[in-house]
């Protein structure tokens, strides 16, 4: 069955409720299993399993809103024959309508061991994002030409990077992220120009009991221009195999002046669960539910990850849950 297409209207009503959702100023993709592979936020986490690990993510955000988001993302990252250095790489594409943003990035972490416990690493993370408007997708609901849309499909491709700090011991973890570093201006329908993002991630790992344990976690998000995204997280690991946890996913006037009762569209709840299918295989799940007027539309996302592990001194190396 042929596609609708979306009138210049029904699409930047679509725009309009996506930053209502979400900051305005915010280009990187929406997850909710982030948690499970910090790697898509901050470029200083490849090699720190210390093990190669593959993941790939996709959500369909919305769902049955025409032209709502749809989000692809594969990555992989490891270790070196050094043990202070890790790589990665990963592979994102997000469809907004008639907009699609796709983008390749390789990573380079520097691991710095500042206790027996714990490590500190710096990365890295360049690469290309390639910018595609279908004209053919838009229609201004008039016979006169809109000099506005372009007639057939328009692409641009422009340079990204950005840099992050990751500290973490056996239970606790800390990370920083600059990212859209390399600026450009643009006034077309192509490509909305970028503002610097800044990610702050930590969390704790505690023990319950013998097969029970407990992680909070917290990211805030911010471009010192929009309200702070703030999403807060719990989850708990049951016998080493079951994950289980839920996110409250919020915005925080820490930086603008924008009145509170504008802050509650922003709020969603995201429920998730993943299960290691096997010690190497693991499978997620998230279901978002919005607190706006889009709870009418829930949010799927599917994850899928595997690890393969190898020996170290006699022992096998396996995922750390952190």
Known sequence: MRRKAITIRSFWMLLGMLLAQTVAAQQAPQYSQYIFNELVINPAYAGSKEILNINATYR???????????????SVD???SNPRLGWGAHIINDVLG?????????DVSVRIATSHFSKLALGISAGAVQYVLDGTKLQAG?????????EGMESQ???????????NTERFYAGFTAASLIPYKTGNLLVVTPRRQYFLSTGY???????????????????????T???????????????????????????TNLEMKQLGKRDAVALMAQVYATPRLRVGYAYDISLS????YSSHEVSVGYSFFKKQHGRILTPRNL
């Not at 369909?60 to 594969?74: F, V, Y």
């Open 98 to 106: 008639a907009q699609r943003q796709s983008g390749v990035y390789a």
């Open 60 to 74: 369909n955000q919305w769902t049955g809103l025409e032209g709502a988001p749809t989000t692809q993302s594969i």
């Open 157 to 167: 491709i422009l340079p990204d990077a950005k840099i992050g700090v990751f500290f």
């Open 142 to 150: 008039s016979s006169l030409p809109d000099v506005a849309v372009p």
């Open 293 to 296: 007027r889009l709870n009418n």
């Open 205 to 227: 790992m505690f023990d319950l009991g013998h097969t029970i344990r407990l992680k909070p976690s917290i990211l805030l998000k911010e471009d010192f221009k929009s309200p």
């Open 229 to 255: 995204n703030v999403d807060l997280n719990a989850f708990l690991l049951l016998h080493e195999r079951f994950w289980v946890g839920a996110s409250y996913r919020t915005a925080l006037p820490m930086f």
């Open 78 to 80: 490891g270790p070196t």
